[in-house]
């Protein structure tokens, strides 16, 4: 403590070489003392009152007490200036004074100091951006640098108050001489001599008419003026004008004033300032509204988020009555719920402020940098409550909507109805200031469906979730969960019961994001005034549960691999090999001696998955009958089985190895399949290939799934060649056994699913991508291409060997290979050309047709060998997958034609 | 009589397709001959009524510019109807292009 005070002393003896302020760096280079420690004193001293702080970075400390009394040559006053508001400083305290508004605020300190009464000045700039804000801060400076005095003048006029009468205007400004016009019945002082020796600011001098400006250039030109009706000039009036103006820059008007006022400043707007300025200046302003009502106010990110980024036509004015109005209305919750604190939400916030979540997305980086905190609430400050600030909104404000709320409560009115009237009642006061501000709703396809108010609730709760849950939703499964919640509250404003079978599972698989679930459904319940189900909150802890992060707690047990072969011991020896190289008993092995009856291994294999309540599984066989167990299984239990045919050691090693690090099933077929040129998986009828399906899923089935079916339906010309299902997803294994089924009747060429859960290489939407026209014309595209392979197959199937869409599916995957690689598509008719010639290249190989020969191979790959060596492996797999070999100088040919198709 | 002749790279997929437009033509009692050769034979073109390019081979078509010029139509046979070997179809075009 005794170093302060010594510093303090230090400080006072030095004030005549301090007076212009100093930074804790300057200090402790002048006493050398160590930065961080003079820092804390100076702080100290600011809290002692005895030192001011400025706003910018680095901070500028000021002796509270050395004051005015520096650098003037008028000023004598040596009073201390207790207006905290406006700390003693010769710096403008505006926000980005040192950034956006640095040259206006240079511009401005120059006007101000010109000798001898500084220099008249034309603020310019849009609605809103704070020019009269300016002018009194230039006015403040004047004070400050002392070329005012403390208790000069600053009056303030708005022409466009006397836009209906000119006469009346002038005589404000200029005075009256009694009889000049009709009810001037006496001798009145206009308000440039009310000015002398202080500012005069004229708002909107544009409204001034053209007699009126004259006389204003006289004035400023050669200090006289002369009141209306008046035969003498008035001299000696020493007043320094600011007049403001919204005038479009490019206007004859404007140009008369830029000609004839000596220093114009440009005040940029709120969209040419910085974000961290808007950030400052949304802080101020919910300071101030924190004041008005003597309680901290905090604010959820979201909503920040939004104020920060959304279109304000009207500039700062504009934000600063849209912060007032949602903080208005957050009072009124906190009022009305018995809320801990005053927090304003998304929801309070007008439309159009609420729109700015929208451009989140787009500054996401620049955002979360000015916004770090990951919390939710972001603002929260405890000034202390005795400073009192601009009173541009009635201070009883707040209170008026509290005691109105209590009044009409009294009266027996319910909460919804208090609330309505109450509500409207804010609107109203704020009419006034909201009636040049077209608001403007940024449209979202998906508030086309659901509702901007829904669309940010439902954000918000998300965006708690995976603040509380430490995980982050991808912005496809925040729409799937917005879409979902809209279809679930439709649910039960109709009555229609929601109903969750796997509650209790998901209450014990997924203990955490269940309590979150309640929270949100609490939260929402608030909101929308409805009542969620239990079952309902399920649906949504399985929303919240599906991520990658909280999945992988609750990844199934090891996916159980079960082995069948033919022969006494051969499953049961090849399993013995495997779990024992891997280190874990994960093959099962189920012998089937050439004695047994199919019927007894089913049996038994059926009851092994129900005593040990398997649900999910892979099934490697080696032949016949066993293969088709997996499908069974999905008949008789709705079991999810992938089955892998053809079973090796070195095959079985691999499948196990995946399965012990957590794989499943799909995903260990998937990437066997590539690994080991296994033609199929499943066995899929040749019937299968010719009927299409389209799936749609949700969790429950009947919601967004019903949507998107309606959605899609709608949309694809033949409806009557392809079949829209929809499916739930409330378990998934149910839901991959329910695809891997629906495949042996149909070829699956897309899925639409509110949670993308690959299956194979089926192309999966997401609702949002239904929602907009590119993802419906990309859905389009596949189907037409699908119906387009299955015409293909079909007319061609009498004249090759095998089953025609193996060889139109292999060669269309081929094709589609080659794309990938090359980084370019074939050209549309010539791919499908292409791609006939492919399939009756292979038929004819296996036919044992002599392919016709390419002379010129050696020079052709001569100079195309890159992209020879590029697809060689393609080819390769067409032979394995074939049983055929295609010689290089055919590959050369088959190349030839690739490469002379490409777009 | 008339003569139709196909391109394609390698005179496999479009042999089919001839063999469809035969039997259309039988079918429609049309007296046609038609044939189909791999892009590499398709240099010494003499006696033709018309030429009909398969689809991944449509980049042939300047070559044969001399050809067109001499009044006998060259043609990129449809996507659709060749891939689903349309023999009847793509002999309708043939003819309406020969104005049958």
């Given amino acids: 403590m005794n170093s302060v005070i010594q510093l303090w002393d230090r400080i006072n003896h030095d004030q005549h070489e301090l007076h212009q302020g100093f930074t804790a760096m300057q200090i402790a280079e002048r006493y050398n003392l160590s930065r961080s420690v003079v820092s804390r004193y100076l702080n100290q001293l600011v809290i002692e009152g005895k030192l001011l702080k400025g706003d910018g970075r680095p901070v500028v400390f000021f002796s509270a007490i050395m004051g005015s009394e520096v650098a003037g040559s008028d000023s004598k006053s040596t009073e201390l200036i207790t207006d905290t508001a406006h700390p003693i400083t010769d710096e403008f305290n505006l926000i980005g004074a040192k950034g956006s508004l640095k040259k206006a605020v240079k511009q401005a300190k120059a006007a101000v100091l010109y000798p001898p009464h500084g220099l008249h000045t034309l603020i310019h700039g849009e609605t809103g951006v704070g020019k009269s804000h300016f002018a009194r801060e230039m006015y403040q400076f004047a004070i400050h640098s002392g070329r005012i005095k403390k208790d000069a003048p600053f009056v303030l006029l708005n022409c466009a108050d006397y836009a209906d009468n000119p006469q009346l205007l002038m005589s404000e400004i200029f005075g009256v001489k009694k009889g000049a016009y009709t009810g001037a019945d006496r001798d009145r002082e206009g308000l440039l001599q009310k000015a002398n020796q202080g500012f005069l600011f004229l708002d909107e001098i544009h409204r001034l008419p053209p007699q009126g400006q004259e006389m204003l250039f006289t004035f400023m030109d050669y200090g006289h003026f002369r009141p209306l009706g008046g035969n003498t000039d008035i001299t000696g009036v020493e007043v320094q004008i600011i007049a403001a103006t919204t005038e479009n820059p490019e206007s004859v008007l404007l140009d008369t004033f830029k000609r004839r006022i000596p220093m114009m400043i440009e005040l940029p707007s709120l969209a040419q300032r910085t974000l961290e300025e808007r950030k400052q200046m949304i802080m101020m302003f919910l300071k101030q509204e924190s004041l008005r009502i003597n309680k901290p106010i905090t604010m959820s990110r979201n909503a920040f988020i939004s104020l920060l980024l959304y279109e304000c036509r009207s500039n700062i004015g504009q934000m600063r009555t849209d912060i007032q109005q949602a903080c208005a209305k957050a009072f009124l919750h906190y009022v009305s719920n018995d809320e801990a604190h005053i927090k304003v939400r998304s929801v309070d916030l007008s439309s159009a402020a609420k729109a700015g979540y929208n451009h989140y997305k787009n500054q996401r980086a620049i955002v979360d940098a000015l916004l770090p905190s990951t919390e939710e609430t972001l603002y929260s400050d405890e000034v202390s409550l005795t400073q009192v600030l601009d009173q541009s909104t009635p201070e009883d404000f707040y209170t008026s909507i509290a005691e109105k709320y209590h009044v009409l409560k009294s009266q027996g009115l319910d909460e919804e109805a208090v609330r309505q009237i109450v509500g409207s009642d804010i609107e109203k006061q704020f009419e006034t200031y909201l009636r040049s501000m077209k608001q403007r709703v940024i449209e979202h396809s998906i508030t086309k469906v659901v509702g901007e108010d829904f669309l940010t609730l439902t954000e918000k709760l998300m965006t708690d979730a995976s603040q509380r849950l430490g995980c982050s939703y991808p912005p496809a499964l925040r729409s799937a969960f917005t879409l979902h919640m809209a279809s679930a509250i439709e649910r039960i404003q109709n009555r229609q019961p929601i109903y969750n079978p796997r509650l209790n599972q998901i209450r014990i698989e997924h203990t955490q994001a269940f309590l979150v679930a309640m929270d949100l459904a609490r939260e929402m319940e608030i909101a929308l005034g409805i009542v969620l189900p239990i079952d309902e909150i399920g649906y949504i802890t399985m929303f919240l549960a599906n991520t990658d992060e909280l999945n992988k707690e609750v990844r199934r047990s090891t996916l159980p691999v079960i082995v069948m072969m033919h022969g006494k011991s051969t499953a049961t020896s090849m399993a013995e090999v495997v779990n024992e190289l891997i280190g874990d008993p994960i093959a099962v092995p189920f012998d089937m001696p050439l004695s047994m009856p199919v019927e007894a291994m089913y049996q038994s294999i059926s009851n092994y998955f129900l005593t040990h309540e398997i649900k999910e599984a892979l099934m490697m066989v080696d032949m016949g009958s066993l293969s088709n167990f997996g499908e069974m299984l999905y008949e008789d239990h709705g079991f999810h089985v992938r089955t892998l045919v053809q079973t090796s050691t070195p095959l079985l090693l691999e499948v196990v190895r995946k399965a012990a690090s957590g794989h499943g099933a799909d995903e260990i077929v998937a990437s066997i399949s590539k690994q080991f040129q296994t033609p199929r998986s499943t066995v899929r009828s040749e019937n299968s290939q010719n009927k299409l399906m389209i799936i749609t899923a949700c969790f429950t089935g009947e919601g967004t799934a019903e949507r998107m079916k309606r959605i899609i339906e709608k949309r694809i010309a033949k409806p009557e060649q392809i079949v829209v299902k929809s499916v739930d997803l409330a378990d998934r294994s149910a839901y991959l056994a329910t695809i891997e089924h629906m495949r042996s009747e149909y070829q699956v060429v897309a899925i639409a699913s509110t949670i993308n859960i690959p299956v194979d290489d089926i192309p999966v939407f997401s609702a949002l991508d239904l929602l907009s026209e590119e993802g419906l014309s990309r859905l389009e595209a596949i189907v037409e291409k699908a119906m387009l392979l299955s015409e293909i197959s079909k007319s061609i199937k009498e004249t090759v060997d095998i089953p025609s869409h193996e060889l139109v599916g292999a060669s269309n995957r081929f094709i589609d290979a080659i794309e990938a690689r090359l980084g370019k598509d074939m050209q549309a008719d010539a791919r499908i050309g292409f791609l006939l010639h492919m399939v009756f290249y292979i038929d004819n190989r296996l036919k044992g047709i002599a392919p016709r020969v390419f002379d010129g191979y050696r020079d052709f790959l001569l100079k195309n060998g890159g992209a020879y060596d590029k697809l060689e492996d393609l080819f390769e797999s067409i032979e394995h997958q074939f049983y055929i070999t295609i010689p290089t100088d055919e590959r050369a040919l088959l190349l030839k034609v690739i490469l002379s198709n490409l777009e | ?100």
């Fill in chain 2, 1 to 100: 009589m008339v003569k139709i002749l196909l391109v394609c790279s390698a005179g496999m997929s479009t042999s089919m397709l001839v063999k469809r437009m035969q039997d259309a033509a039988l079918e429609e009692g049309f007296q046609a001959e038609i044939q189909a050769v791999a892009e590499s034979e398709a240099t010494k073109i003499n006696d033709i009524s018309i030429l009909m390019l398969g689809p991944q081979v449509r980049y042939l078509k300047s070559k044969f510019k001399s050809l067109e010029d001499s009044g006998i139509p060259v043609t990129v046979i449809d996507t659709v109807k060749y891939g689903t070997m349309n023999g009847k179809a793509v002999l309708a075009d043939a003819k309406a292009l020969l104005k049958i």
